[in-house]
């Protein structure tokens, strides 16, 4: 049933764009009048402070150990490589390919981490390859979850999303294999230390970023095809990125592309673009380019940050940008003024893909590693911290507005509308004895539609006394609301959906994420306000809370800082957060989820300090039933029922 019209599917994306662009472009506006040298380094450490805290302790810490394995060695007519498999995390092996110059001698290094692929396709060989013409001894290595040797239990959009809830951000595996492939290379004989060239493509264009900011290794910096306007790209392109990306808390501070590589500074910075690029607007990677010279003016190093765009190249690392790399490091790495070689097409090498191949044999994965971020953590919190992890932005319903259909046998049902700070609107669907006064109201939220459970005698129609004469035992007012990204809020499609990773709920989770909020957190606080709008009548005198699917998460959360409800029902909920880590597909991701919950608060915790909780069907990640698990995580305050799909007593 339709409560609000047909721009209602837009309320939910337009709230987040305006709540993110406000603060957004504030912090843009803060970096842009930056003046002088002393000022930028004031808020650069406020912006590293940031940065830094996204990651776990460890990607700062260098490894002067390394343990690693050559596993083949192969020799062609301008270069030669090794395969090396390098422990990164115990546990985790980079798939490394070294790329050599054909005559010994002592070379500067350069890391480049591959894109969203392989390092056996085209891109990669080729780039690598040159590079060792020119005298350099490279290192590629395949990221986790994409089409290399990493991808069982690696999926960087699945377990990649799910490490945010684990508190161990996907991007630590692409950014700390880099530096351990630094610190592999500088135990090499061959190998000029402390001093190394960074480049990769679109996602290891990224890669380079991040660890050129965090690596003081890293002299001389080239991402190659991987910027844009970030904050563009995901709410007016409506593009989903990949959630390793952007990091927690980057948007509420600006850190989009053009913020991250102002990070830089002071050191070389050579972006790279292609100008018929099918993924990146090149015109935006040229506008964040000129504002990032703008701060690299303030030290007087202008001259070390500049851009080149290949008129001719798409989403690629063609052969004029593999030269510009190359004249580049000459000039920053070897000091010396020197172009890179002309190498034609013919002339790039052909390696067979078994050539390049390590056959890595981990023990660890990042489902793994966000399962075990999850063991022997004993958490301590109390409402306080729950609200201000879960309230960071309190709504209020400022008015509600219904329209009344005629009488259906005893019962009214009304459209209603609650709006929301004057910024956005919930509709609902309000079920009412007629000529009687019921003192009970059950609000009811759902990941389906606010209408579903009402229809052919559902459980909403059991519980109000649908059909039924007089009041039923117990007989509930009923009031069934759409929340965020749900029912007529359901965020409407775009042509980049088509893809496999693209969605548009999925866009906005990420967003939101990188914002340091979710959407988890935006429906808890919408639950909230309703609640306090329904007590503030009077016109109850018991409130009863259902929650189904994703919707039973918030509502739990909101039973948890309300404290007051006569009961409250949770309906096909998942047993844990941890429990999530386990499964794919996964049926709650990736909008049910928060930063770090480890070591903040899990499901059964909040849960078990509620009163009068009823759990029916608790599910694992992918719905399916775990009663042990339910059992062992749950006190005796909590009751648990298995019980047929929708043969629910509420």
């Known amino acids: 049933m339709h409560v609000l019209n047909k721009e209602s599917h837009n309320y939910f994306k337009n ?44 990607i700062f810490k260098k490894n002067t150990n390394i343990k690693y394995k050559t596993v083949s060695k192969h020799e062609f007519t301008n270069f030669k490589i090794e395969n090396v498999l390098i422990e990164s995390i115990e546990g985790w092996f980079i798939n490394a390919t070294v790329y050599l110059p054909k005559k010994k001698g002592k070379y500067y290094g350069v890391v480049c981490p591959t894109g969203h692929s392989s390092k056996t396709y085209e891109n990669y060989v080729r780039s690598n390859q040159i590079l060792a013409q020119n005298g350099y001894i ?3 290595f395949d990221p986790p979850g994409m089409k290399g040797e990493h991808q069982y239990e690696n999926d960087h959009f699945t377990d990649g999303v799910l490490s945010f809830l684990s508190g161990f951000w996907s991007n630590t595996y692409f950014v700390l294999d880099a530096i351990r492939c630094i610190d592999y290379l500088e135990q090499r004989e061959d190998i000029v230390k402390g001093s190394f060239g960074m ?10 970023i991040f660890a050129s900011i965090i690596d003081e290794r890293i002299k001389v910096s080239a991402p190659v095809c991987c910027v844009s306007n970030s904050l563009y790209h995901i709410l007016e392109e409506n593009y989903t990125i990949c959630p390793e990306t952007s990091g927690h808390n980057f948007h509420k501070y600006a850190l989009d592309s053009e913020g991250l590589l102002s990070l830089i500074e002071p050191k070389p910075l050579l972006l790279i ?36 765009i290949d008129e001719n190249a798409g989403h690629e690392y063609s052969l004029s ?7 580049f490091f ?38 793994l590693k966000n399962q075990l971020m999850f063991e022997n953590k004993k958490r301590s919190f109390d409402k306080k911290d729950i609200e201000k992890l879960m309230l960071k932005q309190q709504l209020f319903v400022k008015k509600s507005y219904e329209t009344i259909s005629p009488a259906k046998w005893f019962h009214t049902i009304h459209k209603r509308v609650y709006e929301i700070n004057s910024q956005y609107k919930l509709p609902a669907i309000v079920l009412k004895r007629q000529n009687a006064q019921i003192n009970n109201v059950l609000l009811f939220f759902t990941d389906d539609n606010k209408w579903t459970h009402f229809i052919n005698d559902g459980f909403l129609a059991k519980a109000g006394g649908f059909l039924q004469k007089e009041p039923i035992f117990n007989e509930k007012n009923i009031i069934s609301v759409d929340l965020s990204g749900f029912g007529e809020l359901e965020v409407e499609g775009d042509g980049y959906d088509l893809a496999q990773w693209c969605t548009q709920l999925r866009n906005l989770s990420y967003e939101l994420l990188f914002f340091g909020e979710s959407v988890l957190e935006k429906r808890v606080q919408e639950i909230f306000a309703i609640i306090n709008y329904v007590e503030k009548s009077k016109e109850y005198k018991k409130i009863y809370l259902v929650g189904k699917g994703k919707a039973a998460i918030p509502t739990l959360i909101a039973a948890y800082l309300y404290g007051k409800s006569e009961k409250t029902t949770l309906i096909n909920m998942p047993i844990s957060f941890e429990t999530l880590t386990k499964y794919v597909p996964n049926q709650y991701l990736p909008d049910s989820i928060y930063f770090d919950a480890p070591n903040n608060f899990e499901l059964y915790d909040i849960a078990n300090k509620t009163k009068n909780i009823l759990l029916i069907n608790p599910k694992n990640g992918d719905y399916s039933n775990n009663i042990d698990k339910a059992n062992k995580l749950y006190n005796s305050n909590v009751k648990i029922i298995y019980t047929k799909e929708n043969a629910y007593e509420i």
């Open 15 to 58: 709230n987040v764009k305006d709540r993110i662009y406000k603060v957004f472009n504030r912090e843009v506006e803060k970096r842009r009048n930056i003046q002088t040298i002393e000022e930028w380094t004031v808020y650069k450490e406020k912006l590293l402070d940031v940065f830094n805290k996204a990651f776990p302790e460890d």
């Open 138 to 140: 490279t290192i590629s």
């Open 199 to 208: 480049t990769g493509i679109s996602g290891g264009g990224t890669t380079t």
């Open 273 to 308: 673009g292609g100008k018929k690029d099918e993924i990146l607007n090149y015109k935006l990677a040229i506008q964040s380019m000129e504002y990032v010279k703008q701060i690299y003016k303030l030290s007087n190093k202008q001259k070390n940050c500049q851009y080149f």
């Open 321 to 327: 940008m593999i030269k510009e790399v190359s004249t």
């Open 330 to 367: 000459n000039k920053h790495l070897k000091k010396i003024n020197q172009e890179g070689l002309n190498i034609r097409k013919e002339e790039i090498c052909h390696i067979e893909k078994e050539k390049l191949l390590c056959h890595p044999k981990d023990t660890l994965s990042i489902r």
